[in-house]
């Protein structure tokens, strides 16, 4: 089971940590994604890391402003957000799969964290 957190309200150029926890199981043999969906949109990929952390993968909107990062000793996949804009307001969902290829296809990550949200003023 995951748990997100981290979420609030930032200004816009601000900085937020996303965490994602597993309660049960461990994380370290799972790629990790980060997707999220603002209102009336669909959930998008924001970030991917491999089980390992040697291989991450970014969408065009989050490249060179967020950071995917892991830390298995503790069970525990980060998103860094810096240089936030309002358009990057939404529900943010941490998801995990088996370790295999790194995706960024929403329905190929079967466990989902219950989403924390980042509210963006301009």
């Known amino acids: 089971q995951l748990q997100a957190s981290g979420g609030g309200l930032v200004q816009a150029g601000g900085s937020l940590r996303l965490s994602c926890a597993a309660s049960r199981g461990t994380l370290s043999n799972k790629n990790m994604g980060w997707f999220r969906q603002a209102p009336g949109k669909e959930r998008e990929f924001v970030a991917g890391i491999k089980y390992n952390g040697v291989e991450s993968e970014y969408s065009d909107s989050a490249k060179g402003r967020f950071t995917i990062s892991r830390d298995n000793a503790k069970n525990t996949a980060f998103l860094m957000l810096t240089n936030l804009r309002p358009e990057d307001t939404a529900v943010y969902y941490c998801?995990?799969?088996?370790?295999?290829?790194?995706?960024?296809?929403?329905?190929?990550?079967?466990?989902w964290g219950q989403g924390t949200l980042v509210t963006v003023s301009s």
């Open positions: 998801a995990a799969r088996n370790a295999i290829r790194l995706t960024t296809t929403r329905d190929t990550y079967p466990w």
